[in-house]
């Protein structure tokens, strides 16, 4: 494992090592990740066990721009409009999957709806537009842990288990993304955020919240696990 600060060359090497099936750690304006081409089910498979999370909990893919991201899933017209107004940003869409669509079924858990994210930060973007793959990555923890928003962080957890931590200081938003469910005829906040409800509804109109008793199609749903502080 290597921590790399914010030169060209350093996450041109961590693109490497995700296109190679390797984990990264990397810097998003919310919380680091932990990376893993999301195309390839081997590499998916070793966040899942590295983690110790379960696989019935999906996972955020990561893209970076928008018209990218309109590719892996079916966006309606409220969809785009969201994805324009808060992309870049701290907010997941869920969507259903598209036809042909490349990422891992293991990343999804099973599920005809895919999890999309374009983060804000310029090493997150970099590495995304090198590695040239969606980016499968939950927060760079242990499962059930307070989420990461320094590489420090990550190294005391991970250690040499990941091939390589981006360094990109404190994260800005300190707080996992806000996750919205656009699968269904209404929106549905699955996860909240630092982008509200009330902001959102001011683009789509009605939401719903989630209820304890809704099928877990988020990372997120299973427990409160992130931090305003760290």
């Known amino acids: 494992m290597e921590t790399t600060n914010l030169s060209n060359l ?30 390839n089910d081997s590499a998916v498979a070793k966040i899942f066990e590295i ?42 869409f869920v969507v259903p999957r ?8 293991l990343a999804s858990a099973g599920l005809e709806t895919v999890a999309i994210r374009v983060p804000d ?35 005391e957890e991970f250690g040499s288990n990941i091939s390589s931590i981006l360094e990109g200081g404190e994260c800005r938003v300190g707080l996992e993304s806000t996750v919205l469910d656009l699968s269904g005829s209404i929106p549905k906040l699955l996860r909240p955020g630092c982008i509200t409800q009330r902001q959102l509804e001011t683009v789509a109109g009605k939401i719903k919240m989630a209820t304890r008793t809704d099928t877990i199609s988020s990372p997120g749903m299973l427990a409160s696990h992130y931090a305003p502080e760290a």
């Open 98 to 105: 598209s036809n042909n669509c490349p990422i891992s079924w």
């Open 51 to 92: 983690k110790g999370r379960p696989q019935f909990n999906p996972l955020i893919s990561h893209l970076p721009s928008a018209k990218r991201a309109f590719k892996l899933g079916v966006f309606s017209t409220i969809a785009k409009e969201l994805a324009s107004t808060f992309w870049p940003g701290p907010i997941t």
């Open 10 to 39: 350093k996450i041109k090497q961590a693109s490497d090592f995700l296109r190679t099936g390797e984990l990264v750690a990397f810097p998003t304006e919310t919380v680091y990740g932990l990376g893993a081409d999301a195309t």
């Open 121 to 155: 930060h310029p090493v997150a973007r970099e590495l995304l537009e090198l590695a040239n793959v969606p980016v499968a990555a939950p927060s760079a923890n242990l499962s059930g842990k307070i989420s990461p928003t320094r590489s420090g962080h990550v190294r």
